[in-house]
């Protein structure tokens, strides 16, 4: 018999919020019957804090908020941040010396410090992701000498060329142990580096168990990337978005329909408020 959910963690971009940048009237509606029934719904998301707000101000959620793959957790309440896990500065000074020889030197470089969008050009891709995530950032072309100074969170390169991005993926996945590094992808344009206890599985496993005292069966998360397959893995239900890639789909407990078709409130039909008409 299937355990009763008590929270829903949900992903951002490719998840709740798909071409319009924002959520649905369907999916809002699905929320709100799910925390009618005393659920708790989380965030858990790739993007910046400051980025990630609205979205969980649209959602109504009450519980911190999960941000840079788990990295920094805070709650919008107050905005007191309770768990922070930056990345190693010498790792991060290390991948900047590596993201500036010829073979990646056209990559944008953007490094998160202190919620800051940290950039070494305003390139034709930042520009793109400042759209979409709503955040200025701030252009300073010696990274190397910034990131001695301060400790990032997250470092992310980005390439409308996605072969290039694989590439990157598999060089630096070869030179650190998972240990030293959690390296992950959100989207098929974007390297994402965080410290190796950084990563969504940790992060929904702190608020589950140490926030809100409950057990990984009692929760049930839904994402569409590689960033988010150790929480999918970690919930007791784990659902993955439709158009998902098959990395993560396999790993899912059921696919959804994609973004665009509100998957969202069908696995919370399905799952949450159809769940005495089911068995997983």
């Known amino acids: 018999m299937m355990s009763d959910i008590k929270l829903l963690v ?5 998840t709740i919020s798909g071409r319009s940048n924002g959520v649905s009237e369907p999916v809002k509606q699905a929320v709100q019957a799910v925390q009618a029934q ?3 719904v989380a965030i858990a998301t790739g993007r910046m804090y400051r980025s990630a707000k609205r979205f969980h101000r649209e959602i109504g959620s009450d519980l911190p908020l999960i941000c840079y793959q788990g990295a920094w957790i805070a709650d919008p309440q107050t905005d007191v941040r309770l768990r922070h896990t930056p990345l190693s500065q010498s790792i991060a000074l290390e991948l900047i010396e590596l993201l500036a020889e010829p073979e990646w030197s056209s990559l944008s470089v953007h ?4 919620d800051r969008l940290i950039v070494n050009d305003f390139s034709a891709d930042t520009q793109a992701y400042v759209a979409r995530s709503q955040i200025q950032p701030e252009v300073i072309p010696d990274l190397a000498a910034f990131i001695a100074q301060n400790v990032p969170t997250k470092l992310l390169a980005l390439s409308a060329d996605t072969d290039r991005i694989t590439r990157l993926l598999h060089h630096v996945r070869d030179r650190y142990h ?4 959690y390296l992950t ?3 098929p344009h974007f390297f994402e580096a965080t410290h190796p206890q950084a990563n969504k599985g940790t992060a929904v496993q702190y608020l589950a168990e140490e926030y809100l005292g409950l057990c990984a069966d009692q929760v049930m998360a839904i994402g569409d990337n ?5 929480m999918l893995i970690y919930a007791g239900i784990g659902v993955a978005m439709g158009d998902a890639p098959s990395g993560v789909s396999d790993r899912a407990d059921w696919v959804a329909p994609s973004v665009e078709a509100d998957g969202v409130a069908a696995a ?13």
């Not at 919370?268 to 997983?280: H, P, S, Y």
């Open 10 to 14: 949900l992903d951002i971009d490719g």
């Open 268 to 280: 919370i039909e399905r799952f949450i408020l159809n769940r005495d008409q089911i068995a997983v």
């Open 178 to 181: 998972p240990d030293d590094l």
């Open 226 to 230: 590689y960033n988010d397959l150790e």
């Open 185 to 187: 992808t959100s989207t």
């Open 38 to 40: 005393g659920i708790r």
């Open 111 to 114: 490094c998160y410090i202190d």
